[in-house]
């Protein structure tokens, strides 16, 4: 049975959500309380397996809650969120505070997306509720420190110059990318494109917490010409890849490992165009997206990097890429930034 924990300061929408919840023979509502001041005692007295955290609350908000409880009483929580857009990255301000995930809150029963959005909803509580959450997602040092590659020597460089990174991620990937992204500022000489798989409205809160990291950030749009040292970031509901002319292609055709934009799409894209010339890198996850595709990247000569378990806040994604073998490298955050500096200073030498 799954414990959890609604904090949602709205009568209505914490009486859909236990409904929603109730509803589920694997899961109970143990409490629910209106203010971030309240889910702290809460979170002792009912011992939750999971929180379902609201943003915006009387007394305390979601993020500070967030934050004291992952300081006191680390457990899994996820950021359920009705505001979009203009407010999204107060959303991801909740993952830098330990939160390991957000979602859009369920619409009413009558809606038409009501039992898919339902349906995500409850397979997200179910193995965000298996996670063993401890302090260190509190803490983005752990993410941003500068950390020595031991064997330096021992990279593999793509046969060609570094056209093209294509990274993919999900459960996690927003803090993991905006750490990459701002070390690597300074000596970027290649487009990045980016699949991430996120709630629907929140792209652009992506776009805009990456833009602390320097670089020019881009939601994509088709036929749009890559610039170096540009990133593009895959927009909402369609798959982003890339043409032999250096332009990005979006297109909606079916759905990949229940994704659109999926990482697999892009992968194989930049495996089959950009071949040796390309870095593939796949971040923390659930599921299985991209993870073959990543190994097709590897076979056709490019340099493959996969996130390690200790880092992830999902082993999903990055774990099957290194059962299949598909990652030349399996490293934490900062040792992929230092990774790819080095090869950046390589290409600007070689020039």
Request: charged residues 20%; hydrophobic residues 45%; proline residues 6%.
């Amino acid at each position: 049975m799954i414990r959890v924990l609604i904090c949602e300061d709205s009568p209505t929408s914490r009486a859909l959500m236990i409904h929603i919840l109730n509803s589920d023979p694997e899961m109970r509502v143990v409490g629910t309380v209106n203010n971030g001041e309240a889910a702290i005692s809460a979170v002792i007295d009912k011992k939750p397996n999971i929180v379902m955290m609201d943003v915006h609350m009387p007394k305390m908000d979601g993020f500070e809650a967030t934050r004291r409880i992952m300081n006191t009483s680390p457990l899994p929580i996820i950021i359920v969120s009705s505001t979009l857009n203009d407010q999204a990255i107060g959303t991801f301000n909740a993952l830098e505070a330990g939160a390991l995930a957000f979602i859009q809150h369920p619409p009413a029963i009558d809606h038409p997306d009501h039992l898919s959005v339902v349906k995500d909803l409850l397979l997200m509580i179910r193995l965000m509720s298996e996670i063993k959450v401890v302090r260190r997602w509190v803490n983005r040092d752990q993410l941003t420190s500068t950390q020595r590659i031991e064997k330096s020597t021992d990279i593999k460089l793509a046969q060609d110059e570094v056209k093209l990174i294509a990274i993919g991620a999900s459960t996690g990937g927003p803090i993991v990318l905006q750490s990459i992204l701002s070390a690597i500022a300074p000596d970027l000489t290649c487009p990045v494109l980016i699949v991430q798989h996120i709630a629907p409205g929140f792209v652009e809160g992506l776009a805009e917490l990456l833009g602390s990291c320097g670089l020019p950030i881009h939601i994509a749009t088709d036929a749009e010409l890559m610039l170096p040292g540009h990133v593009y970031i895959a927009p909402e509901d369609w798959h982003m890849g890339i043409d032999r002319k250096g332009k990005i292609k979006l297109d909606n055709s079916v759905s990949e490992h229940g994704m659109r934009p999926s990482v697999s799409h892009l992968f194989r894209s930049v495996a089959n165009v950009a071949g040796s010339s390309a870095i593939g890198i796949l971040l923390t996850g659930m599921g299985r997206d991209g993870a073959e595709e990543l190994k097709l990247m590897r076979d056709q000569g490019a340099l493959t990097i996969a996130q390690d378990e200790q880092s992830s806040v999902v082993y999903g994604m990055p774990g099957e890429a290194s059962r299949l073998d598909a990652a030349d490298h399996v490293l934490p955050p900062s040792s992929i930034a230092t990774m790819l500096n080095q090869l950046f200073k390589n290409e600007k030498r070689k020039s």
